[in-house]
């Protein structure tokens, strides 16, 4: 399968959306199709053998649409782009206003003649004198509004003859009726009917397309700052880079850098690709990346990633990811992504927004009609109906609701170092009930470290520690390998090792400065004859506190023991906490003994530990929890909680973790902390309350404002609905659907 993203030219609402899906999801070999009216994108995956790209070209451009394909590395110039099409829409606005202030003064002013306002008696004169000047001189004015608003009546009719009508159609056909009734008008008036000159709806036209106008310039401002966050990601690689080329530093484009460049950064300056350092010290400000604010201390063969500021020292690293294989373009591929996606809630609306626009042109039809012949009502009054139910109809504010939402929501994650890959992954988090964590590398550091170090028969902790980690220098073993590592953080010398075994689940052996040197488990100990009595009982309190003991005997004799544990990271327990406050059930998975598993979920508060679960079967603990009726959350870092991430309702891989892992979560956390599990869920829940105000508020407008103005109100002695006061409400529904979207933007995780 393949996946092209194309962008859409010309979509005005969410019945646009629903034709290009419908036209896309009947062609043989499209999989799906997901329009978003808020990115103007189409997602479609598609099976090449089947069908072409081409053929998927024609299939939108036969809609009406057109289209381009979108380029990652476009997304500066499509911020342009927006603020373009902002200056656009706000020339139109005041070319209207120009014209449609004078056209509304006209109009109204002579029926308040009794005021003192300017010229009010003089056009009440012009109107009972000579009513064909006064009518010409309204159609001269609205004349220029309607080429302003010209797109309203080419898309609309367009795709009313395509029998695909949209929120266009509306507009066309209801300040069409009016324009064409008030033409009909002037002909009675120039047949000497003077009394037609009260039958003028030019005003209402008029202001109809510059209400709509100044909604379309609110909406495209509010559109371009939910996109704010995918620009600032695009905006932070810096334009070159400093490499080093035979001894001499050379300032190129970014774009030329290559894998195993040694680049020079120096302070104040961006990292300019991913790398590691081979040599200097710094700290890095990587908050751009992580949401981190405090910067991060880096040392030879410490990674670094594009975007981020060295603050303090020169460095020197190795290129090791370029182009779009950075961190960073990572991040801007998930972020656009999960923006360009659907949330299953949206479904609802879809379906509705593709039946919207042709049941409102027969509910204004049906209103005019039934006025006309069955309320005894005149032909003007009809109209009045029959305009405003088409006006104040808005299927734009049920195609924002969702999408807006999402894209603010994922924005704010991404700015706070959660990556979220598509909108189901958020609509999802808030019904999460169960948080399984596996601990080596998510709960704990995943890097063992000594803990103790006892020594016995006269040798000093150090003494021991230095003739532990010679021995265990040739090993490959991690438990060796930590106590290597703090041999070395306390300056001691390592000592060459002579004939060394590795002894496969037990230990090592080898000499060292003359010394037959055994280390490892009890059972390995007990193999070799050498008593243990003294330190039983220090090492089953080790045991109990998720230690792992590891005995020395030097020459036969017990010399001590040296404990190794992977440590807890300092934030989980925290997490924990924080989880529980929100009435989750956390569970532990690991591969560990049931002790050692114990004794951590002990110390950070874990509910429930499920231990010595083999790889392939953590996947299958998870589907065991999920046909128990929990939606579950899996959060892991390794390739071999990939499966268990697959499965899981939601995935959550930790950012240090592999990139497998990566690839099969839903939600990344960038930075490694535990407590971001609980951010995740609180902006799922904070997105998903705002796409249901969004839904409940485009869904009620429609539902109250559509009677409204068919007269229901009127039937019953209430006011009548102004076509005009129709388009301000119309206008304004999209942008507080908006606006309410936005404020998502205030999000901060607790």
């Not at 200056?87 to 005021?115: D, G, H, N, Q």
């Not at 266009?168 to 000497?192: E, R």
Request: with cysteine; charged share 20%.
């Amino acid at each position: 399968m393949k996946k092209q993203t194309l962008k859409i030219d010309g979509m005005t609402c969410a019945a646009c959306a629903a034709r290009i899906e419908k036209v896309l999801k009947r062609l043989d070999g499209v999989e799906s199709a997901a329009v978003n009216l808020a990115t103007e994108k189409a997602t479609v995956v598609y099976d090449p053998e089947k069908v072409r790209s081409s053929d998927i070209r024609e299939a939108i451009e036969r809609t009406g649409f057109g289209i381009s394909e979108t380029n990652k590395a476009d997304a500066k110039n499509e911020g342009g782009a927006q603020n373009e099409n902002v200056k656009i829409l706000r020339t139109k606005l005041i070319l209207a206003a120009i014209f449609a202030l004078p056209l509304l003064y006209i109009s109204m002013a002579p029926m308040m003649e009794f005021t003192s306002l300017p010229f009010a008696t003089n056009l009440h004169g012009m109107m009972a004198d000579r009513p064909l000047q006064y009518a010409l001189a309204q159609l001269l004015l609205v004349v220029p509004i309607m080429i302003v608003g010209n797109k309203f009546y080419t898309i609309g009719f367009k795709a009313l003859l395509r029998r695909s009508p949209n929120m266009d159609s509306l507009i066309a056909i209801g300040t069409g009726a009016a324009v064409t009734y008030s033409v009909y008008s002037i002909l009675t008036i120039f047949s000497g009917d003077n009394a037609a000159v009260h039958s003028l709806y030019f005003e209402t036209a008029g202001v109809i397309i510059t209400l709509i106008l100044l909604g379309k310039t609110l909406e495209a401002i509010s559109k371009g700052r939910t996109g704010e966050a995918i620009r600032k990601l695009v905006g932070l690689a810096p334009k070159t880079a400093i490499i080093i080329r035979d001894n001499i530093e050379e300032e190129i484009p970014i774009g030329d850098v290559k894998i195993g460049d040694i680049v020079v950064v120096k302070p104040g300056s961006k990292i300019p690709v991913d790398g590691t350092v081979t040599d200097g010290n710094t700290a890095i400000d990587e908050s751009m990346l992580t949401g981190e604010s405090m910067p991060v201390d880096k040392r030879i063969g410490d990674p670094v990633y594009a975007a981020s500021l060295n603050t303090t020292g020169a460095i020197t690293f190795k290129a090791e990811k370029i182009g779009s294989d950075t961190v960073l373009a990572q991040i801007i591929k998930f972020v656009e992504d999960a923006q360009g996606s659907k949330a299953p809630i949206a479904k609802t609306a879809d379906v509705v927004s593709s039946y919207f626009v042709p049941i409102v042109v027969i509910i204004a039809v049906s209103a005019g009609i039934a006025w006309f012949f069955g309320g005894g009502k005149d032909v003007e009054f009809a109209l009045t109906i029959f305009i405003s139910v088409l006006v104040i109809a808005c299927p734009c504010a049920l195609g924002l609701a969702t999408p807006t939402s999402i894209m603010v929501g994922t924005g704010k994650g991404a700015e706070n170092g959660i990556l979220i890959k598509n909108g189901e992954a958020l609509e999802t988090a808030h019904k999460i009930d169960t948080v399984i964590l596996d601990k080596t590398g998510t709960i704990t550091e995943g890097r063992p470290k000594v803990t103790d170090v006892i020594a016995v028969k006269g040798m000093g902790s150090d003494r021991l520690l230095q003739v532990a980690a010679s021995a265990e220098k040739a090993s490959e073993h991690p438990l060796g390998q930590a106590i290597v590592t703090e041999a070395q953080e306390r300056g001691l010398e390592i000592m060459a090792a002579e004939n060394f075994n590795s002894i496969t689940g037990h230990g090592v052996e080898a000499i060292v400065d003359g010394m037959k040197v055994i280390i490892g488990n009890r059972r390995l100990m007990e193999e070799r004859n050498v008593p243990l009595r003294e330190l039983i009982q220090y090492t089953d309190g080790l045991a109990t506190d998720g230690k792992t003991p590891m005995y020395v005997a030097v020459d036969g004799e017990l010399a001590g023991v040296v404990a190794v544990a992977d440590i807890t990271k300092a934030s989980s327990k925290a997490a924990v906490e924080g989880l529980h406050k929100m009435g989750l059930t956390v569970i532990m998975l690991t591969g560990d003994d049931k002790k050692t598993a114990n004794a951590i979920a002990k110390q950070i508060g874990i509910d429930r530990v499920s231990a010595d679960v083999l790889p392939n079967d953590k996947s299958k603990e998870v589907k065991k929890l999920q046909e128990d009726g929990h939606v579950v959350a899996m959060v892991g870092d390794g390739i071999n909680d990939a499966p268990a991430l697959a499965q899981a309702d939601v995935g959550i891989a930790i950012g240090s973790g592999t990139d497998v892992a990566m690839e099969s979560a839903d939600i990344v956390l960038m930075r490694s902390d535990l407590r971001d599990v609980s951010a995740a869920i609180q902006l799922s829940k904070k997105t998903m309350r705002n796409i249901k105000e969004n839904l409940t508020w485009a869904f009620g407008y429609n539902a109250i404002l559509i009677p409204v103005a068919a007269g229901v109100l009127y039937i019953f002695g209430g006011p009548l609905l102004s076509p005009m006061l129709a388009a301000a409400a119309m206008s304004l529904s999209s942008v507080s659907v908006l606006a309410n979207a936005l404020r998502l933007k205030l999000f901060k995780p607790n």
